[in-house]
């Protein structure tokens, strides 16, 4: 089944203390991008990734960190979690980064709260 | 910065009335996508858009492109229980790929 992973799905932690949220896709998709999601704010691209060891800002990048080793993974890493980053994130794939193939295909969600 | 502005923010409405969301960008657009949250879910896609002016229908919804591709809209004529949900627009900068995603509107089916 084509699907965007992602673990934990809901993870309590504390200030300070360095957590990573997997994600990983199995539809070949070249794009991947991380979104936090709050009330009111609909989503915001905290980082995208064009390739395999591509990666870029979005509007909200402070206090995260990706990598993408492989065209399947991309994971979220909080080197020092704050209070402030409790919320809901996506990740989400497309086969590519513009055209007609850039329907982004979303994983189930990763609900955060730091403590 | 790039923004994507969504009216209204939450629409009530009664079983059978219509819908409509609309979507405003300070740039021109790639192209525009919409999505459909239900609640306790991720989002999923419903369409694209990518040409000036620019109308697709599925069944009852409508979704059209402006001609400056700017603002974009999407209408749901005669609302069902099942259409309840957040409806988000996201449009593609054409100049770094990003999609800017607009607040979404949340439609409500008043009992």
């Known amino acids: 089944e084509a699907q965007v992973t992602q673990n934990p799905r809901y993870l309590i932690t504390v200030t300070g203390k360095k957590l990573t949220v997997t994600c990983s896709q199995n539809?070949?998709?070249?794009?991947m991008s991380w979104y936090r999601q709050d009330p009111g704010l609909g989503l915001r691209q905290i980082y995208y990734?064009?390739?395999?060891?591509?990666?870029d800002k979005g509007d909200v990048p402070e206090g995260y960190k990706v990598s993408r080793k492989e065209k399947r993974n991309f994971p979220l890493i909080l080197e020092s979690p704050s209070p402030n980053q409790t919320s809901l994130y996506f990740c989400a794939s497309s086969l590519s980064a513009g055209g007609a193939y850039n329907e982004q295909f979303f994983g189930p969600g990763t609900r955060l709260t730091v403590l | 910065g790039q923004q994507v502005m969504q009216i209204p923010q939450y629409q009530h409405v009664q079983e059978g009335e219509d819908f409509t969301t609309y979507c405003n960008s300070s740039?021109?657009?790639?192209?525009i996508q919409w999505y459909k949250q239900r609640p306790g879910g991720h989002p999923v896609f419903l369409i694209q858009?990518?040409?000036s002016g620019e109308v697709k229908k599925q069944k009852r919804l409508t979704f059209q492109f402006g001609e400056a591709k700017k603002n974009s809209s999407l209408h749901i004529t005669a609302t069902q229980t099942t259409d309840v949900g957040t409806y988000f627009c996201a449009g593609l900068m054409r100049s770094n790929y990003q999609l800017i995603w607009g607040a979404g509107t949340k439609l409500i089916i008043k009992p």
């Open positions: 539809m070949n998709h070249e794009y």
């Open positions: 858009l990518v040409k």
């Open positions: 990734s064009m390739n395999v060891e591509v990666t």
């Open positions: 740039t021109t657009l790639s192209n």
